[in-house]
Nanobody
């Protein structure tokens, strides 16, 4: 059984920064693409960023390119999302997930999800 636990969310003013962490259990963490998604109230869960096993393939949603950075530390079984220049429209619950399918930006390609961490950006 795989468990994913996010942390690092909170309330921040527009223009500020937050760093989210996702700690994973299990010995096969380094074998998988990991992704971050977010879900705002009344909206569908949306892809934010994804990273392959060694970090040489990284993908971002257009809305966060240049502001967010995804990274991972396989020795610590942890994936990170550094969020800079935050905007009120970044307000959402952020989830990390493990990809098992073929499409990094499609939530249906992920089999394990964390419980989510709330990020609120005030204007």
């Amino acid at each position: 059984q795989v468990q994913l636990v996010e942390s690092g969310g909170g309330l921040v003013q527009a223009g500020g920064s937050l760093r989210l962490s996702c700690a994973a259990s299990g010995r096969t963490f380094s074998s998988y693409v990991m992704g971050w998604f977010r879900q705002a109230p009344g909206k569908e869960r949306a892809f934010v960023a994804g990273i392959n096993w060694n970090g040489d393939r990284i993908y971002y949603a257009n809305s966060v390119k240049g502001r967010f950075t995804i990274s991972r530390d396989n020795a610590k079984n942890t994936v990170y999302l550094q969020m800079n220049s935050l905007k009120p429209e970044d307000t959402a619950v952020y989830y990390c997930a493990r990809q098992s399918g073929s499409t990094t930006w499609d939530a249906r390609s992920y089999d394990y999800w964390g419980q989510g961490t709330q990020v609120t950006v005030s204007s």
